[in-house]
């Protein structure tokens, strides 16, 4: 008695297992399906005579009657985007939008009753990653790109990824740094991805032709000449305006040894010749008598002939150190006579 109890439970077990098999089997798969923002999207399944077209909990958004005719303006949101056409009985959905993306079902009532559900999702298409150099030593570079439904950003080195990001926030700018190696910069490169579309660049040229590993041993030899140069251009520079100094400094004292600088300390007097006198009277007239010197004191001069024409005497005066001693000397000639005028 117990054993049959529990066959027949065994029994309905199984038959609850099949029903719920081929329960599950009878569900359509959904199938995924991707759109690109401003495009137009075809639904794979055709309803030729008579059908619907569902989204999601809107239900019906579209009526396929028999004798090809259709209603696809039942829902504001897809008026005059949603579209049939009555030869091929395909759906079309034109100038997608990110909202459009959701669950759809074609509906199909032409022979029975089948179910085709797709789950449309809508991308935008990439734009070009860019890539900033932030030091063109060591080449470290900076990739980034607008953010937005599953995009990722990532760096490969030839088809090895080195680095990859992303992130569910749409409204920021995705960014990933990189500082290259020294050997085959040529070879990295930044790309950006989505279901939709792929976007890729490059490591700027500035970048790569920076890297130590591209200098040969002639641009070392051009370099270190161009250096030598400059420095014996500098020295040379700096011993012709040393000697241009000395030169000029020599020049400032040769000019203040020279004569022409040294007459500047001598002073001329006018000399005035007077005619000889007759006798000793004529020759003492006008000359006070403290100046006259008899014939006894006057024999240490030597007596000027009368028929030559005395010689002008110049008077120099010499500037002394201290003006107190300086002394002036006076000679006049009358009469053939030289007399001395003592210093005032």
Partial sequence: MLFSQRKKLKVTLLHLFVLCSAQHSAQPETRQVNGIVGTVFYFPERVLNSGNLLYGDLGSIAHVYPGKQSNTNLEKRYK??????????VFTLSDLQIYDSGV????????????HIF???????????????????SCSVMCSVENGREVTL????GGEILNQTSSPDHNITLSLPLKLDEQNRDSYRCEAANPVSKETAVVPHSCIESDPSKVTDGDERTRDC????????LVAS????????????????SHADSP?????????AEITHIKPAENQEERTVGVPAPYIRS????????????????????????????????KRRKYQHTAGWLYDVPAG
């Avoid at 759809?104 to 179910?115: I, P």
């Avoid at 161009?226 to 251009?233: K, M």
């Avoid at 022409?260 to 001329?268: F, G, L, T």
């Fill in 119 to 137: 789950q449309l999702t809508v991308y935008y298409v990439l734009s070009k990653p860019q890539v900033t150099v932030h030091d063109d030593i």
């Fill in 226 to 233: 161009l250096i030598i140069a400059v420095i014996c251009v």
């Fill in 295 to 326: 014939p006894a004191q006057s024999r240490g001069y030597t007596r000027l002939p009368q028929e030559q024409t005395p010689t002008p005497v110049i008077c120099m005066k010499r500037r002394q150190r201290n003006d107190d001693n300086i």
């Fill in 260 to 268: 022409e600088r040294k007459q500047d300390d001598v002073q001329y």
């Fill in 80 to 89: 005059n985007r949603l579209h049939w056409n009555n030869v091929t009985g």
């Fill in 154 to 157: 990532s760096w490969y080195k």
């Fill in 104 to 115: 759809y079902t074609v509906e199909n009532t032409d022979e029975g009753k089948t179910k």
């Fill in 238 to 253: 700096g011993l012709v305006g040393f000697a241009i100094y000395l030169k000029k400094r020599r020049d400032r004292h």
